[in-house]
């Protein structure tokens, strides 16, 4: 399975960004599609998840309090590209954000240990 990242940039306070992973590959029936970020000098830190399950039209999420409320994951119709949209923007945003996938078939995990393929990165710089 490849995960490419895109849509990052410098944009201002305030501003929005959606960024995308596209998914290539077998992901399986069962499988959680996560987004992570690493600021400037800090560890990479959880911020949202989107977990798929068979039957289920839509994916359901999961998000770290910093993004709760700001941040909305979703999916196009055939589940391979993932969206992270974001707003109101500030710069504690700005970080080089990952997407992730987990085919364990595991609910939406914060951990970053437990996901098996990561996407490249993308750089979002947020200034004030």
């Known amino acids: 399975v490849q995960l490419q990242a895109f849509g990052g940039g410098l944009v201002q306070a305030g501003d929005s960004l959606r960024l995308s992973c596209a998914a290539a590959?077998?992901?399986?029936?069962?499988?959680?599609v996560g987004w992570f970020r690493q600021p400037p000098g800090k560890e990479r830190e959880f911020v949202g998840a989107i977990a798929f399950y068979p039957g289920r039209s839509t994916g359901s999420t999961k998000y770290a309090e910093s993004a709760r409320g700001r941040f909305t994951i979703s999916s196009n119709s055939d589940k391979k590209t993932v969206y992270l949209e974001m707003n109101k923007l500030n710069p504690d945003d700005t970080a080089v954000y990952y997407c992730a996938l987990d085919t364990t078939g595991r609910y939406a995990s914060t951990d970053q240990y437990q996901y098996n393929y990561w996407g490249q990165g993308t750089e979002v710089t947020v200034s004030s």
């Open positions: 590959g077998r992901t399986g029936r069962s499988y959680t």
